[in-house]
């Protein structure tokens, strides 16, 4: 503090520091007791030994990346080989979460721009009427959407009805249902920051874009994508990575065919059959693969900026 | 018939009228802007200048009637299919793009290649004097800079007319003043159509060819500065340009184009007449300070006498506040010069108004 002060800052300066650092305290704890020290004892776990009724034994070992990663046969004596099986699952698992990413896009991007350029008085209503369904709790709502889609739901009811089709959709256990699972339970996160973009960015490029010979799509494509890229960014990585590592959806609407990590993990700690180290691994493994796309996102975001300048 | 009459005009507005919802912007507008002129759209703020230029440009619908563009309809073409550019208020210009991306972007959209529309945009660049400028980033450019950057960028697709709104409002006063010229010369240069809106009537009067004055969406007096400013049609414009002593007046006779008035406390005059202004009417009579000049004794029969309330120092001119007979107030200007030799009367002290020839003028409304 001293030195501080001989360096020039002014008393002010010094209370106004110091109180930062106690402001700052609560994220410090949210932080240190809620995200470093679970992710540290995960990554313990994810090094101990099994033990065959839940639980772990204090014991090092690699067993459970082992078998993330390799076959040793039935017994564990014969030479490895590539252990297919959650590296498929794991495959699986970004596919189907781009997938829900690339449509939670599609239908959230038109969406949050059509609220955005409603008079200013009636967006708070378009939002809060976009959010109404999330205030139904997750589970609720996607077993509802599994009677909505099975093959003597309303939907089918419906298609049948109107003669587009004349045998039901079988949608409850494919990937498609899943996509649909997911994409309906994070839209709100692509909605929202795409809506706060555009609602800031400013019409009048897009007017003197058209001014300027443009037609609608350039526009779009040339002018307000561009200008809304860190909200459609920010949504897709909202979307994306918690669809990456959902149960719900995977389980209710895909069936066993379609697991997803969410679902293997989940697994590792229910009941007796788990093995808590396994799943430790996995979800290591998943966190970081949402880091390497985070910092890769942020890569881009950051040689885009500098390479513009 | 004259020359000017039988060329096509650049704009042709008629009957245009604008309204959101049950609030009519523009009543029924009806206006011709001539090819190669600088056109200066002039009223208050909310007079919707900015509403009939969008009209042009095509950013809002036409609620009734026509525009023509050297005369073809145009009304219902969307804004990128009409050969006229905008140089925005705030500019507008793409934060994203470099400069030279901003200037070229208009001719790559009329679908030149990016070679030429580049090439292009590096000469309108250099008319702008900005070519050291090309590969920065418009938030990485003074206000005044951007300006020429938005001038440049509406200029190069070489657009039949330009349509400038306020582009000067942002800027501090010498810089407004040295645009100005530029943006005169640059008219005279490029031969194009300029329609020039501005509330600030000095800039109106300095670079138009032609002036519209508006207020509350209609169309007061069309016409070159010298006739806006020394023959104002009406009330609103004598009072919106300049500064003028507007006098209450009751007319007792017309005459051979002249009308015999008096004012209140009964003095006489007589001015020239105007159309729907007969004997008996109660109307305004619009005198300008600078025409106006002190003198101690009386030099004709029309001379006022009135005594001094104050004098104020505007810099090039002493301006002295006079009370008439009758309650009436009067401002008379004079040049601060010495050459002028003009006495000046102290508070308290009696004078007498003389009028120049010609400067009264009554007013229909
Ligand atoms: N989208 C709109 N909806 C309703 N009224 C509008 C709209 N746009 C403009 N107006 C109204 O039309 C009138 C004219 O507006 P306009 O912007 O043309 O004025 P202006 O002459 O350009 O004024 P300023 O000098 O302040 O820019 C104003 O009374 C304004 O409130
Ligand atoms: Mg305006």
Known sequence: ?309 | MQVTDDRINAIDIRNAVKRYGDFTALKTISLSIRDNEFFTLLGPSGCGKTTLLRMIAGFEDVTEGEIFLFGDEIEKLPPNRRPINTVFQNYALFPMMTILDNVAFGLEMKGESKAAARKRAGEMLELVQLSQFSSRKPSQLSGGQQQRVALARALAPSPKVLLLDEPLSALDLKLRQAMRFELKELQRETGITFIFVTHDQEEALTMSDRIAVMSAGELQQLGDARDIYERPSNMFVADFIGETNLLEVEVDAVEAGRAQVHLGGGHQLSVDAVEGVGKGAKVHMSVRPERLYLSEGAEGPESLAGTVRANMFVGTDIQTLLDLDGGVQISVRSSNSERGNKRVFEPGQIAHINMEQGAARLLAD
Request: hydrophobic share 50%; aromatic share 14%.
């Open chain 1, 1 to 309: 503090m001293a030195g501080g002060a001989a360096s020039g800052g002014s008393a002010r300066t010094d209370t106004y520091r110091e109180a930062r650092h106690w402001l700052l305290l609560p994220s410090w704890v949210v932080l240190i007791f809620l995200i470093l020290i679970p992710v540290l004892m995960m990554l313990v776990y994810s090094f101990l030994t099994k033990e065959f009724r839940g639980g772990v034994i204090w014991e090092f070992s690699l067993d459970a990346y082992d078998q993330f990663f390799f076959n040793r046969g039935l017994f564990g004596d014969e030479p490895p080989s590539i252990e297919w099986t959650y590296i498929t699952i794991f495959w699986r698992s970004i596919w189907q979460a781009g997938a829900a990413t690339i449509l939670s896009l599609v239908i959230g991007f038109p969406t949050a721009y059509f609220i955005a350029t409603r008079p200013e008085k009636v967006r708070p209503m378009w939002v809060f009427l976009i959010t109404i369904p999330y205030w139904v709790n997750l589970l609720i709502r996607t077993v509802s959407m599994k009677f909505v889609l099975r093959d003597q739901g309303p939907l089918n009811d419906f298609l049948l009805w109107t003669g587009l089709i004349d045998s039901p959709l079988h949608i409850v256990n494919t990937n498609f249902a899943v996509q649909l699972g997911l994409f309906y339970s994070y839209l709100p996160f692509m909605v929202l920051p795409i809506y706060a973009s555009v609602e800031r960015y400013n019409f009048a490029l897009s007017e003197a874009a058209s001014d300027l010979y443009a037609g609608k799509w350039v526009t779009l494509r040339r002018i307000l994508l561009p200008a809304v890229k860190p909200g459609v960014i920010a949504g897709c990585i909202l979307v994306f990575v918690p669809s990456l590592g959902s149960f719900l959806a995977p389980d209710l609407l895909g069936g066993a065919k379609n697991f997803m990590i969410g679902s293997l993990i989940e697994e590792q700690f229910k009941g007796n059959a788990g093995n808590w180290p396994f799943g430790a691994a996995a979800s290591m493994i998943l966190l970081s693969m949402v880091l390497i796309i985070l910092i890769v996102f942020a890569r881009q975001q950051a040689r885009a900026e500098k390479g513009g300048a």
